[in-house]
Each structure stands twice: as C-alpha cells, then as structure tokens.
C-alpha cells in the first residue's frame, strides 16, 4: 500500500484525531520491545510517528517526559539515540501483556457478594458498598451469600455503572465501529510494508488498551447486554493474527 492509502487508511480510524502521544509511545515499547537488550532508534520511533500524523517535536516531548518518570532510558550512538525499557517500564509493560493481548476474556465466570463489613475480598473485586462486591472468584465462605451472574440476567444499572463507567461503554461502541470499518478497508487493500505492519498493529494495540485496562477482570457477559468490549476484542485479534509481529530489525 503507498504512503498516502495508509495514511488516509490510519486517518479513517483516528477520526481525524492522534492519541496522546507519551500514551502511544508506551504502546510502541510494549509492541516492539520486550527483551532487555532490545531498542528503538529514534527514527524508527520517527517514521511510526509520522505515519500516524504525531510530529517530531510532540514526540520529543513524550520521550523526555517518558525518561523523567523512568520508563525508558537513551544512549547515544554517533548522533543518533536508542530507547530501551528500563527494569520499571518492562515489568509494567509485561504486567500489563496478558491482559490486552488476551484472545479470550479474563474470567468465564462472577459472583455478586455480600459479607461481612471490613472483610478480605478477592484480587480485582470490585466494591459496591461496605458489605457488597463482584468478583470472578466465588469465596466459598460461609460468611458470604454469593448469587453467580448468568449470561442473559444482566445485573441492575448501577451495579453495572460500577463496573464500567458510561465513558468506557461508548468508547468500546465506537472502537468495535471503527474496527469493523478497518476490517473492511484492509481486505480491500493492497499488501502492507513492515512499517504499515508495525504501525497499523500499535494502533490496534493502543485502542483496544485504553478500554480494556479500565476494566475489572470479569467476563463480558457482567458488563450487560449492550456492552461492545467482546466485539473489539474479536476484531482486534482477526487482525492482529492477519498481520504478524515485525521485529525491530525489519523497521530499522
């Protein structure tokens, strides 16, 4: 695909609109480096940038920015600079893989609990009152009532506000729109270079990201019927096993 077809591609599913910058960057690290002695060299960080309409100076400003509070870290190599992860930015970034890579939801199952006030409650429980909470682990305690959410017996409103805000419920609605499209517009392109690959994957990544980190780890059907995050994450992962992982070296 030329230069331009990408760029009017990538526009499309922006919206006319580029992601924050030190928050894409993140996405890149994650994407592309995963080992301790893997870097990107700035032109590389330069030409994925650029083809999502991210300018230099912007991005100069998200490196510095990165640096600061110890993501990355530069060295120098005549005049140019390589950006590697540091100990704190790969193991927030591996941390983070599992969940946004997931080719299925985190949970299959979730309980609606009540207990004791002040009791332990299981990891990623989301409170909905001193003595309430929904988990994807059932205590099986005889301290607890726990009733198990059933796909199509969706939860009361403002149990499922609690669960995901109306913002990240209308974000998912229109990331699954604009994934459809892009499903339809890449089937009808031609072939992608690394770069395109590479590029087009991040933002993938980085759309998707941005709910799904939002999220507690229960399965789609707690969220209510009408929520969308089920469909992005189909259409993200049709895409990103149509278009394989580049390696740094091929971008280079």
């Not at 650029?50 to 912007?58: N, S």
């Not at 299981?122 to 796909?151: M, R, T, W």
């Not at 017996?153 to 403002?158: E, K, M, R, Y």
């Amino acid at each position: 695909m030329n230069t331009e077809q990408f760029r009017q591609l990538v526009a499309a599913f922006l919206n006319g609109q580029t992601p924050r910058v030190w928050s894409f960057l993140v996405t890149v690290f994650g994407e592309l480096t995963q080992g301790a002695d893997i870097h990107i060299s700035g032109a590389t960080l330069t030409a994925i940038c650029t083809e999502i309409g991210i300018k230099p100076e912007a991005m100069r400003v998200a490196l510095h920015r990165l640096r600061k509070n110890g993501w990355i870290i530069s060295q120098k190599t005549g005049r140019s600079s390589n950006y590697f992860l540091t100990p704190l930015g790969r193991e927030e970034t591996l941390k983070a893989r599992p969940v946004i890579y997931a080719a299925d939801p985190l949970a299959t199952q979730a309980w609606l609990c009540l207990g004791p006030a002040q009791s332990p409650r299981p990891d990623g429980a989301v409170s909905l009152g001193a003595q309430s909470f929904v988990s994807n682990l059932n205590p099986k305690d005889a301290e607890y009532i726990c009733h198990e959410i059933q796909p199509g017996a969706p939860l009361p409103g403002w149990i499922l506000d609690r669960l995901c805000d109306e913002d990240t419920r209308t974000d998912a609605a229109e990331l699954a729109t604009q994934l459809s499209a892009l499903c339809a517009d890449i089937d009808n392109s031609g072939t992608l270079s690394p770069l395109q690959i590479a590029t087009l994957r991040i933002l993938l990544v980085h759309s998707w990201r941005r709910i799904v980190l939002k999220l507690p780890p229960l399965p789609d059907h707690a969220f209510g019927p009408d929520w969308s995050g089920a469909a992005c994450r189909n259409l993200c992962q049709r895409l990103l096993c149509q278009f394989p992982q580049q390696g740094v070296d091929l971008l280079e």
